[in-house]
């Protein structure tokens, strides 16, 4: 669990933003629809709230359910969502007005309507939204992780592990195994080794489905690790923070095609490792992997990777601009960060190959966290 | 699985919104962190992609993965993401650009630095953007379900049905039932039973959680079904539709207060049923089952209840205003209309109380759908 200095120390740097940028509060918000986990990051509550973070240095959450925010969140100030009938809208213009606040920044994750609305029904200015303002100085805290978010990494790498090393013996023990079988497999024994949860749903996919990078459904009653190439892609979360690995299940012989698609991804994973150093910039680490590709006549149709912590998804991007494509949103590698590396390829008649292990950002290189690998059947 | 012809024709349907209002064009996104299930409800691709609907008659879709949509998709014509960057700003531009379009309109749950630098870079008023538009023209289709939809439906409550007799036994057949063993025991059968997955994460709550309305972490390794009341929440989906009950496992003997809860709980459920009937407003039916409540020294802390389908909570909403609070919304019951009931109580000492079953509004009243109950262990 971490502890209530770190949620003061989070919350602190955020005020610092905010005085920096003459602005008297931010405002984030967690609801259905609008996942946002700075909230868990900034005060340890899980979900569906709003955050204001008030730059004289007070803290205000307004969670939906009261007694879990009593158990698990450390705020100055709480207030039932329900008091403002259970409206994003009315909740923030109460707040704003009663409080007489004259600058006030919103979560750029906010809708337009909402935002406008706001911007609207409160005279003189006093709402700003922009990307690159309160939600990236949360970021920019988020990417570098620290001791306690190291820790529960590990933790989940370590579950994630053992799940992997227990792969072969279910194959080894059935004649055949189904793709639920083996999801539903590793999400008991996660729970059973101590994990929270799953990162994200787990993506068991046989030969015949692994040709889409995220197949649909995430796994199916069928067979998984026939001839040729079944992809198993997961995550184990263990104190909010997630792993992410993705196995390629080869089962022999392989087609011409097939090995030269697997040994092109491996090559392309060696290549990647070796370029992620402090320094080093994402995006450039992906162009020189989709140029490797690229000379041997493939092409890698996702991103080489992507950081991960309390999200699956989460900075440093391997990609030139910000989700939206707003903004461009570059970062170096720094020690402290942590992320995947993923090179994958797909092909409607022979299948997929992905390889992806989790990486931590350390002084003069990289050190790996998990163990997937390429797995001969 | 839903066939091409009915999502041709509620692609129709959203051409002659876009017709009416003088709009070309309606835009449709749905992406990681801003989930949208209207774009699975109109073309059939489950996740990530744009889909532009010309009002000329044509649809357009942009996804993530191609092979993917051309396996799932119904749509006149498809452009690769990748091919913008996969950048949502640079895909509706160029689009919009492109195409000489005067009018749009662009999905409201899109962030507002996004719509709002699209405003900015395409001159002269192209895009619009407002609650109650697009988004809701879809939503008006949503909340009647057509028959396959209902079959649907029907399948993922059979499921549903079949497990919830299943539960019985597994606390019969051992000494201790962990939350996770039953969480895993549901999500396992209900695959195995056929159903495509969880509608959402399954809510396993013990004695000392059940009192958290939604309890976090969802599920743990301790026990379950002890002496007092315990809370099991969880749906089946069923080809993208899912059902969503909750049983309370109550080990007796209850405190006086626990069964006092038990039995507002009943009740209420008894009472809401008998008001649910077409032209009833779900919002009235609300304000009297929290009125029961308030008479007997109660407060339900959350809604009645709440539309299903794709989505776990969709519309008819129990509440006064949309989700972000910026406009009334109200609806009344219709025939094919498909909704939950679950009235609860919480209570830090005393535990939790929640019955959850869902209904069909049919003429002169409802069809019980599924039947969750307070287990007696």
């Known amino acids: 669990m971490i502890d209530s200095a770190h949620y003061r120390f989070r919350q602190q740097r955020s005020f610092d933003y905010l005085s920096e940028h003459d602005l008297e509060v931010g405002v984030i918000v967690d609801v259905e629809g609008l996942r946002n986990r700075s909230l868990r990051y900034l005060c340890g509550h899980p979900e569906d709230a709003l955050l204001f973070l008030f730059a004289a240095g007070r803290s205000l959450l307004v969670p939906w359910d009261v007694p879990l925010a009593h158990s698990l969140a450390t705020a100055d100030e709480m207030i039932p969502f329900q008091t403002y009938g259970r409206s994003i809208f009315s909740c923030i213009k109460t707040i704003l007005e ?50 306690e978010e190291i820790k529960a990494i590990r933790r989940a790498c370590r579950i994630t592990d053992s799940l992997i090393e227990a792969v072969p013996g279910l194959f080894a023990a059935r004649k055949e195994v189904t793709e639920v079988e083996l999801a539903l ?173 989790d990486f931590l950002c350390i002084d003069g290189g990289t050190e790996v966290l998990t163990s997937a690998r390429i797995l001969y059947l």
Chains 1, 2 share one sequence.
């Open 98 to 147: 009663e409080r007489k606040i004259k600058r006030a920044e919103v979560s750029a994750i906010l809708p337009y309507p909402l935002v406008q609305t706001l911007k609207e029904s409160l005279a003189g200015d006093v709402v700003r939204c922009h990307e690159g303002g309160i939600d990236e100085t949360i970021d920019v805290l988020r990417i570098i992780k620290d001791s």
């Open 185 to 357: 497999f590793l999400e008991g024994e996660a729970r059973r080794r101590g994990a929270e949860g799953m990162g994200f749903e787990t993506l068991a996919a046989s030969t015949r489905r692994s040709y889409a990078i995220h197949c649909f459904p995430r796994f199916t009653a069928g067979p998984i690790g026939n001839q040729g190439l079944s992809i198993l892609d997961f995550g184990v979360r263990f104190d909010g923070y997630t792993s992410d690995v993705t196995l390629t299940l080869a089962r022999l012989p392989l087609k011409e095609k097939q090995e030269a698609m697997v040994e092109a991804v491996e090559q392309a994973y060696e290549l990647a490792r070796n370029l992620c150093t402090p320094g080093a910039d994402p995006v450039v680490v992906g162009d020189r992997v989709q140029e490797y590709f690229q000379d041997r006549g493939f092409r890698m149709p996702h991103a080489l990777g992507h950081g991960i912590g309390l999200d699956a998804h989460e900075a440093p991007s391997f990609r030139r601009s910000s989700s939206t494509g707003v903004r461009e949103n570059r970062r170096i590698f720094q020690p402290g960060m942590v992320f995947t590396l993923e090179p994958g390829l797909y092909d409607p008649n022979q299948g997929g190959v992905r390889l992806e292990n």
